[in-house]
């Protein structure tokens, strides 16, 4: 079992830059892929950034060159790094632990609202 909290999140203005972070409890935290979602009101979840175990990562391409994740398995905490945040950036966003062995884990969510 794996419990995920998510925190940072705010509200900013657009340009600015805000830093989510992930912390998981349990074991095995570096054997699970991790990713970020995020849901704005009335739209579908999407998909902004996963790393792997290993350490590879992929972007949506709206927050490519943007958004940076990343990850410290001493510290069982994924991270997002959110630079030139714009306000259709504003979401709810949701941390994600994957392992096709362990199971799949979902946070709560955390706010990030982006002003004009």
């Known amino acids: 079992q794996v419990q995920l909290v998510e925190s940072g999140g705010g509200l900013v203005q657009a340009g600015g830059s805000l830093r989510l972070s992930c912390a998981a409890s349990?074991?095995?935290?570096?054997?699970?892929?991790m990713a970020w979602y995020r849901q704005a009101p009335g739209k579908q979840r999407e998909l902004v950034a996963t790393i792997s175990s290993g350490g590879s990562t992929n972007y949506a391409d709206s927050v490519k060159g943007r958004f940076t994740i990343s990850r410290d398995n001493a510290k069982n905490t994924a991270f997002l790094q959110m630079n030139s945040l714009k306000p259709e950036d504003t979401a709810v966003y949701h941390c994600?632990?994957?392992?096709?062995?362990?199971?799949?884990?979902w946070g709560q969510g955390t706010q990030v609202t982006v002003s004009s």
């Open positions: 994600n632990a994957n392992s096709a062995r362990w199971g799949m884990y």
């Open positions: 349990g074991s095995r935290f570096s054997a699970y892929a």
